[in-house]
Structures are given as structure tokens and as C-alpha cells.
């Protein structure tokens, strides 16, 4: 039998635990909470579902509205959430962005990219300091080594002047384990980088709420990120 909200002990309701304890909340609660009603937890359940656990994709696949007891307010009150959410985790405009480690750079892109339901590979640029100049966006599809143009890789970062880059690309599977393509086209960038004097400083894979850092893996990148 399907418990609804009124049938819960007051302390194990959302919105109870929203005001006292609201970092303890699960994904699913504060689903239920932006639901509202007596059977929020089940409409959470499938919501849930719906996105394989990964919110950034709610509503990518399938209208929220396909789910019953979601209309449309409703529907919009979840993908604003989503979408707020995704700005809160986006850098000031006004305030230089430092990457320090590959987690910096991941923090940049993750919420956008684990969304995606295609491929794509996107270049960080950055000045002497390590400070971000842009992203660029220069794939789209899926990507193999002998696919990718080297050049195209390093054309934004001669035109903005960058000194170092950092490459991005996801997988839309999740899983954040490097194919032999990768590593085939990292291998590619980090000797075409020392061709031009650019440094190559990573190559991230991002996967859901994962990444992996090739850097760390030991494929040759000259400058480590901590």
C-alpha cells in the first residue's frame, strides 16, 4: 500500500525535515516537497524514475506532465528548480574562475554536460594564472579519434590567446570509464599542444554525477592539476 504524506510521523514529513534538517534531505523529498499534496511521495517515486536518478535530465525525455498527478504549474515549479539550481553552481560573472584541480573545472561544466543526450567535446581556455577566458564548444555527436580535427581543438585557444586548456567531452551512458578513443585522441592533443605552446592540462570524461580525470591517470600531461 502506497503511504501517503498524512500517513507519516510529523518529524519524517519533507516539510518538516526542510526547516530543521534541510542538508539530510534525499533527491526524492525535495521532489515531493516541490509536488506538494497527500500522495507527493509516490508522484517523487516516479519522478524520480523517470530521470534514472540523474535530475539534471527531468523533462528531456518525456513531457513531466506524462506523469500522472503532475500539471502544468506543477511541471513548471520542478524544471524552474532544476533550472535555478543550475545557475547557482555557475560562476560570477564579475569574479575570475581559478582552476586548481580537476574538480574546479568539472564544477564548470558537470551540470550542464550530464544532461546531454548526445556527445559532446568542449574546450576550457585559460590565461597564465589559470584563470578561465571561455568555453567553447567544438564537437557535437558521437566522437572518435580519427574524427576529431586536432586543429579545430586549438583554434579558439590561438585566437583568445589562451596559454592552457583543459579538454571536457561526457559520455550520455554515465559511464566515465575512457574508451581507446580517448585516450588515442589525448594522446593527439597533448603532442599537438607542445607543437604550438599551449599547455594541455586535463582531459575530463563526464559521466552523470562522475567524472574522470585522464590527467590523473598518467597519460603524459605536463603540468598536474592538485
Known sequence: MLQKISDLPVEERPSYKIAKFPKALSSRELLALLVGGDNQMEIADE????????????????????????????????????????????????????????????????YEMSALSQEELRVILLNTRNHVIKIVTIYRGSLNSSQVRIGEIFRPAIKHNAAAIIIVHNHP??????????????????????LLDVTVLDHLIIGGNRFESLNRKGLGFGDELK
Open 47 to 110: 519522478l524520480y524514475r523517470s530521470c534514472g536518478g540523474n535530475l539534471c535530465r527531468l523533462g528531456k525525455d518525456s513531457p513531466l506532465e506524462d506523469i500522472e498527478g503532475i500539471g502544468k504549474v506543477t511541471s513548471d515549479r520542478i524544471l524552474a528548480a532544476v533550472h535555478l539550481g543550475q545557475k547557482l553552481v555557475q560562476p560570477l560573472d564579475q569574479a575570475p574562475v581559478v582552476i586548481h584541480c580537476p574538480e574546479d573545472a568539472a564544477d564548470l561544466v558537470q
Open 173 to 194: 551512458s554515465g559511464c566515465i570509464d575512457s574508451s581507446p578513443d580517448d585516450l588515442a585522441l589525448t594522446c593527439e592533443i597533448l603532442k599537438a599542444g607542445k
